[in-house]
C-alpha cells in the first residue's frame, strides 16, 4: 500500500492551509454543485466522503447524513473542530457495512493501480 502522507501532522496542516486560505473555485463551483445534484435527483439521503480530509463538503452539499472518512488523524481533528462529529479516523480498506452512497473528492491519487 502507498504511503499516506497526510497521516504526517506537518504535511496535514500545510494541506489545512492550502485549502482553508485558497480559493478553490473548480471544486466549489464545479464538483461540489455536480454532487448536489446528484443527490438531489437521486433523492440520496445518507453520502459517505471518503478521504474527507477536513471535512469542508459539509460547507457545501445539503444531505440527511453525512460521514466523513480520513485516515489523518490531523485532518479528523480539524474537521471535528470545524463541523463536529460526523468525522470517523479509519483507513479506507477497513470499511465495512452498507452505505447509500459514497464520494471521494480529491483522494483518488492516493490508491493503487
Not at 445518507?46 to 459539509?58: E, S
Not at 470517523?88 to 477497513?94: E, M
Amino acid at each position: 500500500m502507498e504511503t499516506n502522507y497526510f497521516e504526517n501532522p506537518k504535511i496535514a496542516k500545510q494541506w489545512i492551509h492550502s485549502i482553508e486560505t485558497k480559493d478553490h473555485w473548480l471544486k466549489n463551483e464545479t464538483v461540489y454543485p455536480a454532487i448536489q445534484e446528484w443527490i438531489d435527483a437521486n433523492e440520496i439521503k445518507q453520502v459517505i466522503d471518503l478521504g474527507c480530509g477536513q471535512g469542508n463538503a459539509l460547507e457545501f452539499l445539503a444531505i440527511d447524513e453525512y460521514i466523513g472518512i480520513d485516515s489523518s488523524e490531523t485532518l479528523i481533528n480539524r474537521a471535528l473542530e470545524l463541523y463536529g462529529s460526523h468525522f470517523w479516523k479509519i483507513n479506507i480498506y477497513s470499511i465495512s457495512g452498507v452505505y447509500e452512497s459514497v464520494i471521494s473528492v480529491m483522494s483518488w491519487f492516493h490508491l493503487e493501480d
